[in-house]
Structure formats: structure tokens, C-alpha cells
């Protein structure tokens, strides 16, 4: 379905959500102080406008509460971040998603009803990390400080054994929520189907269950 999004702050955050947004064909609507963002963004948006996100009567005038989802991006400027989050709020925007600079800018936007708050870098350099750590964690995604879903490779030693002899959710209190062979993504995985050497496991779990699943059978 299509939806409506306004992005707010266009560094290389704002705009790579931009490009996305609209490459998956939803209506997307990009705002920035600086006209070069802008016309930077030009053939991957819906909407452009220059403009201030603290600026009240500007987003009334683009109409801010008709917007799903609005997505402030600001950079550095923590101030104009916050209250623009106020702001787009106050418009009762059904889901603000905010990028935040540190923990005590997390924190701030939490209590003013940013509905998602995102950190991008570190959440990046948490999936760099597994990457190098491991060679078999393909992908990764934080759920939380202490749950994660990982995608990992399944090797020689996994291989051949079915869900129900490795039983993870008793053994290692993980689940492994589906199994991926090529472009294939079964979400229902047989369990009593040995596993293949190559098939990819998509599991969730505490981090430290999901470590000791890894070291303990691969
Ligand atoms: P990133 O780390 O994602 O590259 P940047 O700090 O480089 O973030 O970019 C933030 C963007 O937000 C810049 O393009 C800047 O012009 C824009 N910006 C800063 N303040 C405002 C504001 N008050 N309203 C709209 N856009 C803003």
C-alpha cells in the first residue's frame, strides 16, 4: 500500500531513507534548510519544499498532519531536532520516527512522543561488528539492547540435523523463526526436515543464547 512520508533533514541519512521510500514506490515528501539537499533529493521524491522544521506555520502550510509517518533527520543540531519532533507531534502524526545523536537526545525525544528513535551509526557499526566477528552471521538486526535476530549460514556441523534434534528453543532458548534457501524464505520450516549445508537460519533470541547456539553446534 501506498503511504505518505515526510523526511525532514536531508544528510545521508534523511536522503538514503528518501531514495528507498521511493524506490518502493510510497509518496515521499523532503524537507531541508539547505537548497542543495534538496535538489540533491530531486528525482528520488514525490515533494520537495526549503524550509525550517521549527518552523510552525510551514508545517501547517504543507499540511504535516496529513502525513502516515514523518521522519526527522536533523543532524547536529539537537535543538531544532527536539522541537521539530514537538511540533510534528503537536499535529498528532500517527508515527514520528526521530534519528537521535546520544543517549540523553534518545531520552528526550522518548518523553516528547517520538513514536521510534533511531541511531544509525551505532546500530551500524553493531551489525559491522557481528559481521567481523563471526563467519557465519550474515545479517543482523537489534531488537533491543539484549534481543536480536540474526541470519546465519548454516555449516557443515548444522547440516543434515532437523529442527527437532536441535531443538534451539529448549537446548539454547532461540527460536528459528524461518529458514532461507536461495530466494526462497520458508516461515513454516518443517521441523522434522534435515537442515542443508548453505541454508541460511533466520533466528531470534537473547544475544548471549543466540552466541552459545552458534559456538555450541557450529
Ligand atoms: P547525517 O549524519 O545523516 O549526514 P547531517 O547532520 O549531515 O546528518 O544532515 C542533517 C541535515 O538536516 C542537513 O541536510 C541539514 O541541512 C538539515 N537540517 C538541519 N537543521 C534543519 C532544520 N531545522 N530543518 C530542516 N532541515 C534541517
Redesign the pocket.
Known amino acids: 500500500m501506498r503511504k505518505q512520508f515526510a523526511v525532514?533533514?536531508?544528510?545521508?541519512?534523511?536522503?538514503s531513507i528518501c531514495k528507498e521510500l521511493y524506490h518502493m514506490g510510497h509518496e515521499v515528501f523532503a524537507?531541508?534548510?539547505?537548497e542543495t539537499?534538496i535538489t540533491a533529493v530531486k528525482d528520488f521524491s514525490t515533494y520537495t519544499f526549503v524550509?525550517?522544521?521549527?518552523?510552525e506555520a510551514l508545517l501547517e502550510k504543507v499540511g504535516i498532519r496529513n502525513f502516515n509517518y514523518v521522519i526527522v533527520?536533523?543532524?547536529?543540531?539537537i535543538q531544532?531536532?527536539i522541537?521539530?519532533t514537538l511540533h510534528v507531534k503537536d499535529h498528532n502524526v500517527p508515527n514520528v520516527w526521530v534519528?537521535a545523536q546520544n543517549n540523553y537526545h534518545h531520552k528526550v525525544l522518548e518523553k516528547i512522543g517520538a513514536d521510534r528513535v533511531f541511531h544509525?551509526?551505532k546500530e551500524m557499526g553493531s551489525r559491522i561488528a557481528a559481521y567481523l566477528t563471526s563467519d557465519t552471521v550474515l545479517d543482523y538486526i537489534d531488537l533491543s539492547a539484549d534481543y536480536s535476530i540474526i541470519e546465519m549460514l548454516a555449516t557443515k556441523k548444522i547440516s543434515g540435523k532437523t529442527l527437532i534434534e536441535l531443538d534451539p528453543r529448549k537446548n539454547y532458548g532461540c527460536t528459528i523463526i524461518a529458514i532461507k534457501q536461495l530466494d526462497k524464505v520458508d516461515v513454516t520450516p518443517d521441523p522434522a526436515a534435515p537442515i542443508q549445508k548453505g541454508d541460511i537460519l533466520i533466528m531470534i533470541g537473547d544475544k548471549r543464547d543466540l552466541r552459545r547456539f552458534r559456538e555450541g553446534e557450529l
Open positions: 525532514i533533514g536531508l544528510g545521508r541519512f534523511g536522503s524537507i531541508d534548510t539547505d539537499k524550509g525550517n522544521g521549527t518552523d533527520a536533523i543532524g547536529d543540531d531544532a531536532s522541537l521539530t534519528k544509525p551509526e
